[in-house]
């Protein structure tokens, strides 16, 4: 399971659950504040699943908008409006004039919305050389949105043509932009180089748009705010997997010399200013929200919650500047739906709104009256497959939770809930080596030339957990997957270096909070190792036995550390959830067909595929590698008429 470090764990590269109705959780239903109509809410959903999110809280009724959706997200008004998804990995929303301009990160677009309607007005491609460049954040001035992106540029758009006129080129993987003073303050955190950090801020004219200097701060600088003639920056330091933290401080720059002219050593990962002063959360702070007098550097208050409310994972913070009201977006354990928590200036809970979207990170409040209407065009069912015939994971620290399991849930209960998330384009995960899950697809899969179906997971570089494809035809028809087997060949087993009928046998432990042991079929042992973020028992619980074998092909082993970091590398071709989702990597040609004896095979077409986890490793810091699976479609739909 991927627990890696992405611009240095800013965002928690973990997996999605389903996607619940949202609740209102509070005293009063009228939760009005300060004469805004609501807040739209953003989510950005979690690396290479395409599920950020946008809600929307009307302040006139207390609830989120929701709606019947095909896909399950009943919370999301961007998809209830424009019919599609709002895109992979949504960092940032501001809301300028009339409009609302989302950037999306790994999907690389700046999508522009009327908040009065939620329709999207364009969608911005954000690109240089032909290369994304993954936007990050915003800001704006006059006619103007200012857009850093992690490939070392600002871009400015102009609002009223809605188009990109001018890049400039800053410091690297730039991850924070704010405006004062007549210019653009960039923090250049080089976090995707990471034993290499950047340490500078940018100073970009806006009269000229142009790079003017480079001010020097601590390593990996992130998180910065303008305040007057006053600039604030989070440096983060180089993330310390030992302690499971970062070693912030926060720099204050004048804008008149820029330079810097204080630095404070205070665990600040996010937050918000008003009045001279920052309410503020640390990443290894346990959920605490703190307030940071910002003239002297004290820290006034240093538990801002007063009546035991918990914040699980604080991922946004923002102050109604005349309520005083604060909101603070929990992401709870960065895998299902977090919440929005309203408290009084006074720090007792107001609020909390459940299940508004996975990793919610940003609001804005809105004071123009929303509508929000349904759009009535064809929305795509994103799965090919009608059922999930087994669903057999091995222990690993997110079965249980993907899907979840609730008490009586058996092997069958807990097959319908994966088909569940799978016909949404959600993740199910396998847990460690030998978990498998076997589907069934609507319509049969015709064996034509090249790829013929494919299957998506979350690898990314540097995080892959692949698993190895089977695929069955229904020779008898009987529409079950009883007929013979046969294994498509990656490039581990065209090269030889992978071992057929390799068996582990996993032992529950006594506790949930234990390591779950395994033996090897060649003497080898280990265990999957229990972390601090997930209490529950990894052995799925709805398994009948203290023990549980699984046999299948076995891959070289591919985890390894890499300095302070646990790298998890891919193979050449062949494999689920091995390389990041796209056409080619994650298509599957039937003509790789081998059977039990490693001899090629012809199958006209196949019915059934079956996806098994074929790697082991395991550390406690990111877990063990379990193959995880999201949409599976096929290629050939079709074929058959």
Known sequence: MKRAAYIFIISLLCLVSCDPEPVLIGESQAIADAGHTGVYVLSEGLFNLNNSTLSWIDFSTGLPDSWSAPTGNSYDCFEKVNGRRLGDTANDILLYGSRLYIAVNVSSTIEILDAATGHSLKQIQMSRNGNPSEPRYMTANGHYVYVCSFDGTVTRIDTLTMKADATVTVGRNPDGICCTAGKLYVSNSGGLDFDNPDSTVSVIDLATFSEIKRISVRQNPGSIYADGNRVYVVSRGIYDYDKNDYDSRLHCIDTENDQVIETYDIPILKMDLHDGQAWFYGYGSGGTIQILDLASGRIIDSDFITDGTIIERPYGIKV?????????????????????????????????????????????????????????????????????????????????????????????????????????????????????????FKQTVHNLSGADFRIDGNAFEGSSEPGVVWVSADVNGNGKPDDPWYELYGSEQAAGRSTKGYTVTYTKPSASNMDTPWTGSDGREGSILYNAYHGHYYYPMWYDTATKAFTGTLLPENMYQEGTKWVMSSFEYGYVDNLSNSPENSSFDIDLAHDSNGLPVHLDSIRFVRIQCAVIGCNRLTGEESTEVSTIYNLHPDADQ
């Open 320 to 440: 109604e500047p005349t309520s005083h009201k604060v909101y603070v977006c929990d992401a709870a354990d960065y895998v299902t739906p977090g919440s929005l928590c309203c408290f009084a200036p006074d720090g007792h809970l107001l609020y909390r709104i459940r299940n508004i979207g996975i990793n919610p990170n940003t609001i804005v409040f809105c004071d123009v009256p929303v509508t929000l209407n349904e759009y009535q065009g064809e929305v795509q069912n994103k799965s090919d497959i009608d059922s999930v015939c087994q669903y057999m994971p091995a222990p690993g620290q997110f079965v249980g939770e993907m899907p979840k399991y609730e008490e009586g849930d058996d092997s069958l209960s807990m097959a319908g809930k994966c088909l569940e998330l799978l016909q949404k384009g959600e993740m199910i995960t396998l847990g460690g080596f030998g978990g498998y899950v076997t589907v069934r």
